[in-house]
């Protein structure tokens, strides 16, 4: 749900500066885009699984959001270093009171079907993730109004200051501006009309999705003619169709082999240090997963090295809070340990004896299968039985919305700031607290922080947020994953970014 896969010291300020300027301040960029550009032909790029659809506001899989990334556009983007800058908006006041928002619009932005872009697009976006309550609508929590007082002006009046209001904006393409009328017909699902640097030319389900360069693009120009998404579960086969050319891109390299491609230099392969963490969730919604004694001994019985070892092959680092150790960010918390005799003990003082854990994972998310392998390994000798049960990420998708599991593994991708990391996932009654978790302090501190403008007490405030979280083992986090792709080296202009946002728009593509 996801910026140059730089160097690792790029994470370190990853999450800082975010809201882009304080009280009074303001922002002007040049927004006159250098065309340019000539054909270039057309990359081929695997990754692990097919999109569930293409409407930005409402698909929450990452599979999507490789593909509209190059699609739509957000009024502004983060940068490399996830630093807050112009996009559709060139330019951006705030009040004195930090409560009013004023964007101004670049010239002459059209959709890709030739249709003027204007403020009352970005309006329509905003109101309809809003009214239909759609996955980014805690996003807006302190948004009172969103107007458009001419074509190139939108105005945002909060009821609250909201330091991270530009990454709420632009953070992910699930806050894109989209088209009226492609949405009232539809088609948004599989032909979506976005203003990005490439368009979707078909939608071949099981197969691919082909992408041409959108040549009404207000940016500079793609070299490229375009790109086709291929659909490669298997790590191996994608890694084979890299080498053998049939693919020039992909993120769905076997990890046990990284190291020894990055060694021998046959196709290029990056790795550097994401945003994402991947955790264990427990249904609160069911017993005895309700008892918080019964989730801490599932916390206190798991190896996380062990788990990671087999997840990711060293592609990652074990952690128990959310955000990663590069981040300034990060809270060194770690109160579990590997200690089966403590789980058991827990577990007595719960009751809980012959405990079957219905676990949820994806195959189109291999690591949860392995990470689960080793799991229902160490939970059995805490007596704790795993039934693991694989499906596909649709299928997945709709068990979590049903909340018919006793527990579910996946990740969460593409953060910014700390609210990513926390807000939907544990605020009672968030977007996706598909888990149901619900404690009022927690609730308390998560919205205190989101309004906090003094960065020392904010991140003070997170911290005590994230303790609470990780003491009631709201998710029992696991490990902060590294980015990790490779290309061919006919591709030139890529780049690895923190936060997993795959732009092919400044990709050449040597004949």
């Not at 809270?331 to 012959?354: C, E, F, I, T």
């Not at 980015?483 to 080296?489: A, N, T």
């Amino acid at each position: 749900m996801t910026r140059s896969r730089i160097v690792a010291a790029a994470l370190a300020v990853a999450l800082t500066g975010l809201a882009g300027c304080g009280a009074g301040d303001s922002v002007d960029v040049d927004g006159d885009a250098t065309a340019g550009g000539s054909a270039g032909g057309t990359l081929t790029a695997a990754i692990g699984g097919e999109p569930d659809q293409l409407d930005p506001h409402r698909t929450s899989a990452y599979y999507s959001f490789e593909v509209l990334e190059n699609v739509y556009d957000t009024l502004v983007e983060p940068d490399a270093d996830l630093k807050m800058g112009p996009a559709l908006a060139t330019r951006w006041t705030t009040s004195s009171d930090q409560l009013t928002w004023t964007f101004t619009l670049r010239k002459g932005v059209t959709f890709s079907d030739g249709s003027p872009l204007t403020s009352e697009d970005v309006v329509y976006s905003y109101q309809r993730i809003i009214r239909e309550k759609l996955n980014a609508a805690y996003k807006f929590a302190t948004v009172k109004s969103v107007t458009a007082p001419d074509p190139a002006t939108v105005v945002v009046t909060l009821t609250a200051p909201t330091p991270n209001l530009l990454a709420n904006l632009g953070g992910f393409k699930g806050v894109a501006i989209v088209e009226k009328s492609n949405v009232e017909s539809g088609a948004i699902k599989t032909r979506p009309v976005g203003s990005g640097p490439f368009t979707v030319a078909s939608y071949t389900s099981g197969d691919t999705i082909k992408l041409t360069r959108n040549d009404a693009y207000w940016g500079q120009k793609p070299t490229l003619d375009g790109v086709t998404f291929t659909f490669v579960k298997d790590p191996t086969v994608a890694l084979q169709n890299l080498r053998g050319g049939e693919v020039q891109w992909t993120d769905n390299l076997p990890p046990q082999q990284v190291p020894a491609l990055k060694e021998a230099g046959e196709v290029a392969v990056t790795t550097t240090p994401s945003t994402d963490y991947w955790y264990l969730a427990l249904n609160e919604g069911r017993e005895p997963y309700d008892d918080v004694n019964v989730r801490r001994a599932v916390a206190f019985a798991l190896d996380r090295e062990a788990i990671t070892k087999a997840a990711k092959f060293g592609q990652a680092t074990a952690n128990q809070t959310a955000i990663p150790q590069g981040s300034s960010w990060y809270y060194d918390y770690s109160p579990y340990r590997h200690d089966p005799d403590q789980a058991r003990q827990l577990l007595g003082q719960a009751g809980v004896k012959g405990l079957t854990l219905d676990l949820m994972v994806t195959s189109e998310y291999p690591e949860t299968v392995s990470a689960a392998q080793v799991i229902a390994a160490q939970l059995k000798e805490v007596g704790i039985t795993v039934k693991i049960r694989t499906l596909d990420f649709a299928q997945w998708l709709d068990e979590q919305g049903k909340g018919n599991f006793g527990g579910f593994l996946l990740g969460w991708l593409g953060n910014i700031d700390p609210d990513e990391f926390y807000y939907a996932q544990h605020r009672t009654g968030g977007t996706f607290n598909f888990h149901k978790y619900s404690n009022p302090t927690v609730d308390t501190l998560l919205d205190q922080a989101r309004t906090q403008t003094d960065e020392g007490v904010r991140k003070q405030t997170y911290e005590r947020a994230a303790k609470q979280i990780v003491d009631d083992a709201s998710y029992i986090y696991l490990y902060n994953p590294d980015v990790v792709q490779g290309w061919s080296k006919k591709v030139t202009g890529y780049q690895v970014r923190t936060d997993r946002a795959i732009r092919f728009r400044d990709v050449a593509l040597a004949r």
